[in-house]
């Protein structure tokens, strides 16, 4: 006998084509609304604007752990309503398929997932996370190579002062140019230069500015009038500014993998608030993964209407329900963290309420006949939906009247 039969690779199918739309999607708006915030942070920092990419690429872990669990239960749920809708899943009851054999592909479906997004919220996620960080960092630090904006001052450090007009060829060169540069014996250079360009040396802290067809004015305190010179070609130093070093991973908690975090909480010589804040983020991961086990139970409670009717009021709630427990448990990460609650009790509480509606709700409609978990729903929504439609009716009636 065959693990997987005709009707497993069918529901297979079913699931998956959904799944995989909404797992794409979801990651694309993610982050098609971070990109937009991502272009305007680079280019207020006058960076190159690949590291924009470099910044989205480690943000792709984060969004996939929260697109995965919306997707296995949209994609279970879609795939038996289309079973429901088309009588198959009547079919499948009559010939001895029951709910849970049904679910075998399900089940082994999430299973898979759960191990993907335990491996994405417990070691990947941490690690993209701190390149995130870290390259935030560095594009502030002008460690990426920021570029100078055109038409603005641009200050290289305490002591150095510059402005252009227009740059062509990627910044490599310069016209229109203007440079303040001080230093500790009091001297001020201002120089004017029509163009030019950067050049490396071979100290990578230092670079050489050359300009050409421009002039330089030295001023001194004890000077009687600055002097000036007029030159073709002039070389200018300009010394870098000092990068600091970025920090150690695990600066914050979404850095830390799970090992990690369970050595932090068990950790007497560790203050409490650490302590806490370790645990309310571990207990957080391993109930949005354990949840993942109960989405195919929810999704069947929801997919199936009541008879003769068409209402998608089941994807609309599975939504809703979703996004609701995972803002519940950021809540109950934040509570625990701060030490109102144990991490425990505030983050597996819920999980126990949530799980026990999933269970009644995915009993009523297996073993109870003709039961509809949100059959009052349905029934509160199509009397809604009649009632806006006769007073629409009757609005037109007037209008028609009227005229």
Do not use: C
């Not at 949005?288 to 195919?296: G, K, R, T």
């Amino acid at each position: 006998m065959k693990f997987l039969t005709a009707t497993d690779r069918y529901i297979a199918r079913l699931v998956l084509v959904p799944l995989v739309f909404t797992l794409l999607i979801a990651a694309m708006l993610l982050l098609l609304d971070k990109m937009r915030r991502l272009f305007d942070f680079v280019a207020a920092e006058g960076g190159p604007v690949s590291v924009v990419w470099r910044m989205l690429a480690n943000l792709i872990p984060e969004y996939l752990s929260l697109g995965i669990p919306i997707g296995l239960l949209l994609g279970v749920l879609l795939a038996f309503r289309k079973l429901s809708l088309s009588s198959e899943l009547d079919v499948f009851r009559a010939v001895g398929l029951g709910y849970g054999r049904l679910l075998r592909v399900p089940f082994i479906i999430a299973i898979i997932l759960a191990g993907i997004n335990l491996a994405l919220v417990g070691w990947i996620q941490p690690e993209s996370r701190y390149a995130y960080e870290r390259l935030g960092f560095e594009l502030r630090s002008g460690a990426l190579g920021a570029s100078i904006k055109v038409g603005e001052f641009t200050s290289f450090g305490d002591d150095m002062t510059m402005r252009i007009e227009s740059s062509r060829d990627e910044g490599r060169s310069l016209s229109g140019i203007f440079v303040r540069a001080s230093n500790k014996n009091d001297d001020v250079i201002t120089v004017t230069a029509s163009e030019g360009q950067f050049l490396a040396t071979d100290d990578p802290d230092t670079i050489i500015l050359r300009l050409q067809d421009g002039r330089l004015v030295h001023d001194n305190k004890s000077y009687v009038s600055p002097r000036i010179l007029n030159f073709s070609s002039h070389d200018l130093p300009i010394d870098l500014p000092k990068i600091e070093a970025f920090r150690d991973r695990g600066g914050k908690d979404r850095e830390y993998t799970l090992p990690e975090l369970v050595r932090i909480g068990t950790d007497a010589n560790i203050s409490q608030d650490e302590r806490n804040s370790s645990r309310a983020s571990f207990h957080f991961r391993i109930v949005e993964v354990v949840m993942m086990m109960l989405m195919p139970l929810l999704a069947v409670a929801l997919a199936i209407p009541p008879k003769r009717s068409t209402s998608a009021l089941g994807v609309f709630l599975s939504i809703i329900i979703i996004v609701t427990y995972h803002k519940i448990n950021q809540y109950g990460e934040d509570v625990g963290a701060l030490g109102y609650i144990d991490p425990i009790i505030a983050l597996w509480g819920p999980f126990i309420l949530f799980s026990g509606m999933i269970l009644w709700m995915f009993y009523t409609v297996s073993y109870v006949p003709g039961g509809q978990p949100i059959g009052a729903l349905e029934r509160f929504f199509s009397k809604s939906g009649s009632f806006l439609k006769g007073m629409m009716s009757i609005g037109r009636k007037r209008q028609i009247h009227n005229s």
